[in-house]
């Protein structure tokens, strides 16, 4: 049984002690060789301390990299891979990567590639009847699963998902008559796969959640609007962000749709990915300059530069957090592109800190309700009970809580 008295379970508190990255509190510009003027970056560790991302520049340049503050930026070029390189996702421990890679700006020869734990990349197949792959390419947090979109000389494509074991498998669509279903996200536990099914003849689409129990199910959107894109996930799928009709969207585990709101003065808003336990939702609030937000259900939609700053994290002066594509999956880091006093687009990576284990029910206070909401949802293995972000619910976890809220708070 998991259940234990209180006294053993702050008892191994001692023994188990806590984790913590130690890592300083500051925005970081991720930069651009020469020949480059826009980079963003896509995809981060579960920690934050790796982060993927792409930058292009004149002459159809396009080229990936991977950046960490121990290496800086390490840019993708290798003959092999082609003259344009992308990199979209890596895994929780920052080893595998996924991406694409091709010739011409046009694509005709993309192929989504797949590098695990520092092995030399491997092309993905291509599913019959297409010709090439898309850009946008997703990998598990166990490195185990990537998930994707495989396209037609004329667009037409459709989501797939790859193992080592079963190889890859298309989805399908999520309503009769669609002739495009893209993959715009997945859950790092790789059960849920979350994009945009679209009808390219009608001109209509709509967003899509597939896990292998249901397979591809449009959703609904805000006020029962179809115009919808999910564009990510939490740890296990429970949680899933994306937009209606340009309207910032969260759908609940009961696939209900809540509206995020909007900055204010700003017209629209598109929400790109959420933390592990769906909790911080990142994205951009857009009128005709974008700025990046982070949402909770506290707080509500606030800039992102307004909570960092309030974190006590460092911000280059004259940098502007104009879109936030990634969060972390333990909440500490986010991540996107930005653009400094020179007016170039450039990739950042932003640590500010992991999210207070010791006040579990977040009402702004350390006591006793905070026990007995973490016991159960430990007791239970809910992934909410995951306080030091390592994929499962165990001891090293009532360790890091009982630490926590032993010294009143982080």
Not at 137 to 150: E, F
Not at 188 to 200: A, H, K, P
Not at 283 to 303: C, H, L, N, Q, V
């Amino acid at each position: 049984m998991r259940t234990q008295t209180l006294s053993l379970q702050i008892c191994l508190v001692a023994a188990l002690g806590a984790s913590c990255l130690g890592q300083e509190r500051r925005l970081y510009i991720t930069g651009l060789p020469a020949g480059f003027n826009d980079g963003r970056v896509l995809g981060l560790s579960r920690d934050g301390s790796v982060a993927v991302g792409n930058m292009s520049g004149n002459n159809a340049l396009l080229r990936g990299f991977k950046w960490s503050v121990a290496t800086g930026r390490v840019d993708i070029v290798d003959p092999a891979l082609g003259s344009r390189t992308e990199l979209t996702d890596v895994s929780d421990d920052g080893l595998s990567l996924v991406g694409a890679h091709c010739n011409n700006s046009y694509g005709s020869d993309r192929r989504v590639m797949f590098s695990r734990s520092g092995a030399p990349y491997q092309n993905l197949p291509i599913l019959e009847p297409y010709s090439r792959g898309h850009s946008d390419a997703y990998i598990s947090g166990d490195a185990t699963i990537v998930s994707g979109t495989c396209l037609s000389a004329t667009l037409y494509g459709q989501a797939f998902i790859w193992t080592a074991a079963t190889g890859i498998r298309g989805l399908g669509f999520a309503r009769p008559g669609d002739s495009r279903s893209q993959v715009l996200g997945m859950s790092r536990d790789g059960s849920t796969i979350v994009g945009s099914s679209e009808s390219i003849s009608q001109g209509t689409g709509t967003g899509f959640i597939w896990t292998e129990k249901t397979g591809m199910r449009a959703v609904i959107g805000l006020n029962g609007d179809t115009d919808c894109h999910c564009r990510g996930a939490n740890i296990d799928g429970s949680v899933v962000v994306g937009d209606t009709s340009a309207n910032a969207t969260l759908w609940d585990a009961d696939r209900v749709a809540h509206d995020l709101g909007n900055l204010p003065g700003r017209l629209v808003g598109y929400a790109y990915a959420v933390s592990g336990d769906g909790k911080i939702v990142v994205g951009t609030s857009i009128k005709t300059t974008p700025i990046g937000f982070i949402w909770t259900a506290e707080s509500g939609m606030r800039a992102a530069s307004d909570v960092l700053i309030e974190r006590g994290v460092v911000i280059p002066s004259g940098f502007s957090i104009l879109y936030c594509y990634a969060i972390s999956g333990d909440g500490s880091t986010i991540a996107g592109s930005g653009r400094g006093t020179n007016g170039i687009w450039q990739g950042f990576v932003a640590y500010m800190g992991k999210p207070c284990p010791a006040d579990f029910n977040e009402d702004g206070g350390v006591d006793g309700g905070d026990v007995q909401a973490f016991l159960r949802s430990w007791e239970s293995g809910d992934p909410h009970a995951d306080v030091n972000y390592d994929g499962g619910v165990d001891g090293e976890d009532m360790g890091v809580f009982f630490s926590s809220w032993e010294a009143g708070g982080c």
